[in-house]
């Protein structure tokens, strides 16, 4: 552990690992033509299509986390550079379905692979990719991404309190 770390909060060391690891894969995809949020998407995408879907944006949106409206951004600049196609879902026309195009399939590929070797690289000091010590910080990390995590019901229960 760095010196710096060792009396750090951890809401303070989430925040630094996860700007560490946006700011790697950033320069690792950029060669590739895609930002850090572009790769979660086309990476998304390609994992839910070898499962057989072809999801929408707000699907796409509540598997990545982020803001639909983002997705929606995203998947026109995807789709302007010829890696993603957007069509009309049959059964919602409001909605729109996402597919990669053969080149996004293949950028998307190379992409994966490259992060991949950085994600080797990160938990190696956990013992690897498929270390016991890694599949607990694998399963801790579920659990803080799974807890309710809402600023104005915390705000409500310090109102309490102070009454």
């Known amino acids: 552990m760095s010196k710096g770390s060792e009396s750090a909060t951890p809401g303070f060391l989430v925040w630094r690992l996860s700007t560490k690891w946006r700011v790697a894969v950033d320069r690792a995809v950029t060669p590739l033509g895609l930002t850090h949020a572009q790769y979660a998407l086309v990476a998304s995408l390609y994992a839910m299509q070898r499962r057989g879907e072809r999801p929408s944006q707000r699907r796409l949106a509540d598997h990545t986390g982020l803001e639909a409206l983002y997705v929606s951004k995203l998947a026109r600049s995807l ?42 690289q990160l938990l190696a000091p956990l013992g690897g990719l498929d270390s016991a010590r890694t599949r607990e910080f694998t399963r801790d990390l579920a659990t803080l991404l799974d807890a309710p995590l809402d600023p104005f019901v915390m705000d409500s229960e310090n109102d309490k309190e102070q009454s």
Do not use: F, M, N, S
Request: no cysteine; aromatic share 0%; proline share 5%.
């Open 79 to 120: 789709e302007a550079a010829g890696v993603l196609e957007r069509t009309r879902d049959p059964r919602d026309p409001r909605a729109v379905q996402l597919a990669l195009t053969e080149e996004g399939r293949a950028r998307a590929l190379q992409a994966i692979k490259v992060v991949h070797g950085l994600l080797q």
